[in-house]
């Protein structure tokens, strides 16, 4: 089983930085691609990054230029670094391992707020 646990959100000022960071147990981490999603209050989740196990990343247009994803295989963990916050970025941020064949696992959930 497969369990991953988010930390590092909270409230921040716009034009602030977060960083979150995703713990997955197990050693299969390394093996499987990895991401960020993000649920605002009555949206639909959306992806955010994607990053494989050999490090190739993806963004949403909507964070390009402003978020990096990046994962550390030996301490199986990812992170979300978060810079030029802005409001719309206020959300619950889930991480999950996808391990393909419909199998994806996901984390609880993090609250992001951005306000002034």
């Known amino acids: 089983q497969v369990q991953l646990v988010e930390s590092g959100g909270g409230l921040v000022q716009p034009g602030g930085s977060l960083r979150l960071s995703c713990a997955a147990s197990?050693?299969?981490?390394?093996?499987?691609?990895m991401g960020w999603s993000r649920q605002a209050p009555g949206k639909q989740r959306e992806s955010v990054a994607t990053?494989?196990?050999?490090?190739?990343?993806n963004y949403a247009d909507s964070v390009k230029g402003r978020f990096t994803i990046s994962r550390d295989n030996a301490k199986n963990t990812m992170y979300l670094q978060m810079n030029s916050l802005k409001p719309e970025d206020t959300a619950v941020y889930y991480c999950?391992?996808?391990?393909?064949?419909?199998?994806?696992?996901w984390g609880q959930g993090t609250q992001v707020t951005v306000s002034s």
């Open positions: 999950y391992v996808a391990l393909g064949a419909g199998i994806t696992y």
């Open positions: 197990g050693s299969i981490f390394s093996r499987y691609a």
């Open positions: 990053i494989t196990s050999s490090g190739n990343t």
